[in-house]
């Protein structure tokens, strides 16, 4: 049973566009919840997180916003550069619980 | 400062041997993670640990085994190699704060 559903598994934009990749989640325990990037034959990497307090959170050229009624969050990348082409993973995990539920990732190829 | 480091980078064992993914860290951080991740199939827990000594399953620990000697050291044991067991892994570890850092993998390939 997939407890963070990530959609869609591929994204392709065009430069300067606008990257949304969503994801849900049925345990209202969770608390924290980050998106990770990885770029080919690396490891991930924590690109930006949320608490369940704010509904929005901004980071430069990445957004995450958050919808606590709904149980969905969603990662949105402006201005979409090639460099960013990578696979995003969102996951969440329950407070004082350093266990990460992951969600099947993202991967998004942003054309020249 | 390294960070996370993981050995090998790459290994092919045959089906039956044992091997140990070596990781260490030195952000002096109490709790350290071994994930395997396939293709399409995300990140999967297969062991973790609070602390030195401490160590609990994750959501796949069949074949594999840890210890936790060390607050630096953490690592995973294969026994008995399978093809299932082809995978990339990686180590990961967090501090005080919930951000997760990981090394950069190793690839297996079981035959």
């Known amino acids: 049973q997939q407890q963070v559903k990530q959609s869609p598994q591929s994204l392709i934009v065009q430069k300067g566009g606008i990257s949304i990749i969503n994801c849900a989640y049925e345990?209202?325990?969770?608390?924290?919840f980050p998106w990770y990037q990885q770029f080919p034959g690396k490891g991930p990497a924590l690109l930006i997180a949320?608490?369940?307090d704010v509904s929005e959170k901004k980071e430069g050229r990445f957004t995450i916003s958050f919808n606590k009624s709904a149980k969905q969050f969603s990662l949105h990348i402006m201005d979409s550069q090639p460099g960013d082409s990578a696979t995003y993973f969102c996951?969440?995990?329950?407070?004082?619980?350093?266990?990460?539920?992951w969600g099947l990732g993202t991967s998004l190829a942003v054309n020249p | 400062n390294a960070g996370v480091t993981q050995t090998p980078k790459f290994r092919i064992l045959k089906i039956g041997q044992s091997m140990t993914l070596q990781c260490t860290q030195d952000?002096?951080?109490?709790?350290m993670y071994w994930y395997r991740q396939d293709p399409g199939m995300g990140l999967k827990l297969i062991y973790y640990?609070?602390?030195?000594?401490?160590?609990d399953k994750g959501e796949v620990p069949n074949g594999y085994n840890v210890s936790r000697s060390t607050t630096e050291d953490f690592p995973l044991r294969l026994e008995l190699a399978a093809p299932s067991q082809t995978s990339v892994y990686f180590c990961?570890?967090?501090?005080?704060?919930?951000?997760?850092?990981f090394g950069p993998g190793t690839r297996l390939l079981v035959l």
């Open positions: 990961a570890s967090s501090g005080q704060e919930e951000t997760q850092y």
């Open positions: 345990n209202t325990a969770f608390d924290y």
């Open positions: 640990s609070v602390g030195a000594g401490i160590t």
């Open positions: 949320i608490r369940p």
């Open positions: 952000m002096n951080h109490n709790y």
């Open positions: 996951a969440a995990s329950i407070q004082f619980d350093r266990k990460l539920i």
